[in-house]
Structure formats: structure tokens, C-alpha cells
């Protein structure tokens, strides 16, 4: 099955810095890769997605960049603020064989004020 | 508000007991997907259902089982409770018309302690 494998597991940023979290899949088959925000004791929202046939998107300060050859995607947050600090997962699926995802082990990230 | 909801919030139970978790899913998604959280293990995938079929199976113990119902909500059971059985249970939902990558939308989740 896939493997979601996630890097750092934490991350402290002094606000006004941009942020970096990387996530390697193993299945090439894979066609959609999101990313959930999760803060303290709450359920994980959606902030972006890519799928497989898209090298990079955008919305606003967050951007994901997806090397399928590499099997690898990306989060930048950048202009980080106090109110970016929470846990990131990232997740892959395969959208046409259930959907189910699979998630890497999160980042937790500190944004200093 | 993602418009997925889930009851209990919280659950306390003993080992060995049943509990049943429920989740109803946003307005018009067909798809529902529970996922275990815990603190070794991270976010789980366990189970997903289809309008009312079982579509995926991933990680889920014998000891849990889960069904959805003609109106679309969905209930996970678990039953013979152990202390490692406590996490977070979240439901997720998505209307999974055939779409690539619909958005999993979650729920609130509930808290289950074991004692």
C-alpha cells in the first residue's frame, strides 16, 4: 500500500519567514495530494491540494509543488504568522480506487511573534 | 464549519465495553470515510462506505465494524474495548462523484478514553 512519509516533524520559523515541509509518496499511482491543517484538539482542514496532472499551485501566502518522477510534493508558507502554528499533514489518495487518504506523520509548526 | 458532524464529543468507557460512534456527512456527499487518531500511530485510514456499500477497508481491527444507513449517516462500532483503542475518531465526507480528488471534508471528531 502507500507509504506518506513526512519531513521535519517540527518546525519553529520567526514570523515573517517562510516555511518548508516535504512529503515523499511511494506509489506512483497516486493522483491527489492535499494538505490539512490541524490545530489543537480540532478536526484538520483543508488549505490546498494539488493532483497529479498540475506541477504547482498557488493561494495566496501557500503554494504545493508536486515532482511525480521524484514522487515527492511540497508546502511553502511564506510571510509565516503567529496564526500558521498548528500541525500540517500532508496526504496522497488515489482518487479513482476509493480515495482513501494516506497520510504523512505532520509538522508541527511554530511561528515566533 | 465543515458540515460534517459527529456525536459523542467525548466518550469514557472501561475495557472491554461497545461504544458506537456516529457521523452524518455533508448535505449530498455520498462518500464516507473514518480515520483513527492517536499519538503513536498518526492519522489512520479505516474504513470508507459508498452510498450505503463498503467501498475500502484499511487498517480497521476485527473488533471494529462500521455500516451506512439509507439517509447516509454512518455508524463505527468497536467493541472489546482496549487502552489502546483510545484516540481521536474522525469522520470525513465527500460527494465523490467521480471527480478527481474531491475534497475530504472532517468532522469534529470524538474523543475516546478507554480506562
Known amino acids: 500500500g502507500e507509504n506518506v512519509e513526512q519531513h521535519p516533524s517540527t518546525l519553529s520559523v520567526q514570523e515573517g519567514d517562510s516555511a518548508v515541509i516535504k512529503c515523499t509518496y511511494s506509489?506512483?499511482?497516486?493522483?491527489?495530494f492535499p494538505w490539512y491543517k490541524q490545530e489543537l484538539g480540532k478536526r484538520p482542514q483543508l488549505i490546498i491540494d494539488?493532483?497529479?496532472?498540475?506541477g504547482e499551485k498557488k493561494d495566496q501566502r501557500i503554494a504545493v509543488t508536486l515532482n511525480k518522477t521524484a514522487k515527492h510534493f511540497s508546502l511553502h508558507i511564506t510571510e509565516t504568522q503567529p496564526e500558521d502554528s498548528a500541525v500540517y499533514f500532508c496526504?496522497?489518495?488515489?482518487?479513482?480506487?476509493?480515495?482513501?487518504?494516506?497520510f504523512g506523520g505532520g509538522t508541527r509548526l511554530m511561528v515566533k511573534p | 464549519d465543515s458540515g460534517v458532524t459527529q456525536t459523542p464529543k467525548h466518550l469514557i468507557t472501561a475495557t472491554g465495553q461497545r461504544v458506537t460512534l456516529r457521523c452524518s456527512p455533508r448535505?449530498?456527499?455520498?462518500?464516507v470515510y473514518w480515520y483513527q487518531q492517536s499519538l503513536d500511530q498518526g492519522l489512520q485510514f479505516l474504513i470508507q462506505?459508498?452510498?450505503?456499500?463498503?467501498?475500502a477497508k484499511g487498517n480497521i481491527l476485527e473488533r471494529f465494524s462500521a455500516q451506512q444507513f439509507p439517509d447516509l449517516h454512518s455508524e463505527l462500532n468497536l467493541s472489546s474495548l482496549e487502552l489502546g483503542d483510545s484516540a481521536l475518531y474522525f469522520c470525513?465526507?465527500?460527494?465523490?462523484?467521480?471527480?478527481?480528488?474531491?475534497?475530504?471534508?472532517f468532522g469534529p471528531g470524538t474523543r475516546l478514553l478507554v480506562l
Open positions: 448535505s449530498g456527499d455520498l462518500s
Open positions: 494539488i493532483r497529479s496532472n498540475v
Open positions: 496526504a496522497a489518495s488515489i482518487w479513482n480506487a476509493g480515495n482513501m487518504l494516506t
Open positions: 462506505y459508498y452510498n450505503g456499500e463498503e467501498r
Open positions: 470525513a465526507s465527500s460527494a465523490d462523484s467521480g471527480r478527481a480528488g474531491e475534497t475530504q471534508y
Open positions: 506509489d506512483s499511482a497516486s493522483n491527489y
